[in-house]
């Protein structure tokens, strides 16, 4: 047996994304169009 430690066991840690968040069920290929929406 190998001792590993606990943080190793338990997989990647969680991380805090901040950002822009949109919904939406329509691709919007242009650009700048987007960009007004945000």
């Not at 943080?7 to 069920?25: D, F, K, L, T, V």
């Amino acid at each position: 047996m190998v001792p590993t430690s606990l943080s190793e066991m338990n997989g990647p840690q969680p991380e805090i994304r901040y950002g822009i968040i949109a919904s939406g069920n329509t691709l919007i290929k242009d650009a700048a169009t987007r960009d007004k929406l945000v």
